[in-house]
C-alpha cells in the first residue's frame, strides 16, 4: 500500500508529477482557450473587460447545463440527439401552462401556480428521457436513431401545442436569464451562471464521487467488462439520457427566460452547440473519456469565441458564422488528432 508523504514538502513533488503526467490532449483546450484570448486582446479594443466576462457568463450558461448532461450520455457512450427540441417542448410547455394557469381570466401569478408551471415542463423531459433510454435498450438499436425519432416527437409536440405562436413565460425565468447579483453600478454576476454552476458542481460530484458515476465511466469504456463485473449497463445508459433531457429541459426554460418569451425558432442550434463544447473540452465522443471540468472548459471556450467574434469590428455580419465553424472545426481536429496519438 502506497504510504502517505510524512513531511509537508513531500505533497509539492507529487502535485509536481501529477502536473507533468497532462497528455497534450489534456492540455489542448486550454491552449485553444488562451489562443483565443490572446487573439481578441489584439483584435479588440475593449476584450479583457468585466462587460465581456458578464456577456460569456450569460452566453455560456444554458449551453452549460445543456452540456452537462450530455457529458453523462457521451461518457457512456452514447449520443442524445433530441436535446435541442426537448429544450422547445420544455419551454413551450411551461408558455403553455403560464397562458392558461396563470395569466387566464381570474388567475394571478402565485408561486405555488408558477411552481406547477415549471415542474411540470421538467417532468415531462424526465420521461422523455426515460422513453428514450428504455426504447434504446430495449430495441438494442443505437440511440442517435431512437434520439433522433425523439427530437422529432419533441419538435411536432411543441408545434401543435402551442400551434406555432409565442408565448409568455413566468416572471422568474425572466429575472433568472437576465438578471443578476450587482457587481458595480452597471454590471452584475448573472443569476443564470450562478445556476450553471450549481448543476456543474452536482454533476461533477455525483461522477466522480459515487458509484453512478463510476459506473458511467466503466460502461462507456468497455460494456461488455463493465457487464461480466455486475454493473447494470443498460440501467446506466437509461440514467444518462433521463439526466440529459431534464438537464436540457432545464436549458430551454432558462432559455426563453433570457429572450422573454418562446418561439418555435427557439434552440434550433442548441445540440450542435453543446456536443461542440463537450468535445472541444476534450471528452470522448466513444465513451469512457472525460469529465465536468473538461466540459466547464469547452463551454467557455465556445462562449469566448462567440462573444469575440462579435467584438472584431472588421469581421462581415454575414462571415462571423463561417469563422465560427472553421475555428471549432480546426480546435475539433487538433484534438481529435491528439487523441488518436494516444
Known amino acids: 500500500m502506497e504510504s502517505l508523504p510524512t513531511e509537508p514538502g513531500e505533497a509539492q513533488p507529487r502535485a509536481a508529477a501529477r502536473w507533468w503526467r497532462w497528455s497534450p490532449r489534456d ?38 447545463i445543456v452540456a452537462v448532461g450530455l457529458t453523462y450520455v457521451l461518457l457512456c457512450g452514447e449520443i442524445d440527439l433530441s436535446v435541442g427540441m426537448v429544450a422547445l417542448w420544455a419551454a413551450s410547455f411551461c408558455g403553455w401552462l403560464f397562458a392558461r394557469w396563470i395569466t387566464g381570466p381570474g388567475h394571478a401569478e402565485t408561486a405555488s401556480g408558477v411552481a406547477r408551471v415549471l415542474l411540470l415542463p421538467l417532468v415531462s423531459c424526465l420521461a422523455f428521457g426515460l422513453a428514450t433510454g428504455l426504447l434504446t435498450v430495449w430495441a438494442r438499436l443505437p440511440s442517435f436513431i431512437i434520439s433522433l425519432a ?28 437576465n438578471e443578476g447579483i450587482p457587481l458595480s453600478d452597471v454590471r452584475e454576476l448573472p443569476y443564470s451562471a450562478l445556476l450553471a454552476v450549481g448543476v456543474f458542481v452536482v454533476g461533477h460530484v455525483v461522477l466522480q464521487h459515487t458509484r453512478f458515476g463510476r459506473y458511467v465511466y466503466m460502461t462507456g469504456g468497455n460494456r461488455e467488462a463493465a457487464r461480466l463485473a455486475g454493473v447494470q449497463t443498460s440501467t446506466i445508459v437509461v440514467a444518462c439520457l433521463a439526466i440529459s433531457s431534464v438537464t436540457a429541459g432545464l436549458g430551454g426554460l432558462l432559455n426563453a427566460g433570457r429572450l422573454g418569451s418562446v418561439s418555435q425558432d427557439q434552440n434550433a442550434d442548441l445540440l450542435l452547440d453543446a456536443v461542440a463544447c463537450v468535445v472541444l473540452g476534450g471528452t470522448s465522443l466513444f465513451g469512457g473519456e472525460g469529465s465536468m471540468l473538461k466540459t466547464a472548459i469547452g463551454v467557455i471556450t465556445f462562449s469566448v469565441l462567440e462573444v469575440g467574434l462579435n467584438q472584431v469590428q472588421w469581421i462581415e455580419d454575414l462571415a462571423r458564422p463561417m469563422l465560427l465553424g472553421t475555428v471549432l472545426l480546426v480546435a475539433l481536429v487538433v484534438n481529435g488528432l491528439l487523441a488518436k496519438r494516444e
Open 150 to 177: 425523439m427530437m422529432n416527437v419533441a419538435a411536432g409536440m411543441s408545434r401543435w401545442l402551442t400551434e406555432s405562436e409565442t408565448f409568455r413565460v413566468p416572471t422568474v425565468l425572466g429575472q433568472l436569464g
Open 27 to 64: 492540455i489542448a483546450p486550454l491552449a485553444s482557450l488562451a489562443v483565443l484570448m490572446v487573439f481578441f486582446l489584439l483584435a479588440t479594443d475593449n476584450f479583457l473587460s468585466q462587460a465581456t466576462l458578464v456577456q460569456v457568463l450569460r452566453q455560456g450558461a444554458v449551453l452549460g
